[in-house]
């Protein structure tokens, strides 16, 4: 029987099932150019749909904004 999991980051490559985000893009790993492409196409949305919320609810998104940059970016 085939292993369908990835080496590296345990994803398993099935669409909405493991998250894109816990790809390391890594040589060796099965499913990183399909999870590249689905963080490419979220980023994309992310900022279709930020500019289309801001024009209605700019200073809510910038609460959002900041509290998720610090999040990822301020914690090590």
């Known amino acids: 029987m085939e ?3 990835c080496k590296i980051c345990g994803g398993c490559g099935e ?3 493991c998250s894109a985000e816990r790809c ?3 040589k060796d790993g099965l499913y990183c150019k399909w999870y590249l492409k689905d963080l490419k196409f979220n980023s994309l949305m992310f900022k279709d749909t930020y500019d289309l919320l801001e024009k209605s609810h700019k200073a809510e998104l910038e609460k959002i904004y900041n509290k998720n940059y610090d999040l990822i970016y301020k914690t090590d």
Request: hydrophobic content about 10%; overall charge negative.
């Open 24 to 26: 390391e893009q890594h």
């Open 15 to 17: 669409d909405g099932c």
């Open 3 to 5: 292993d369908i999991y």
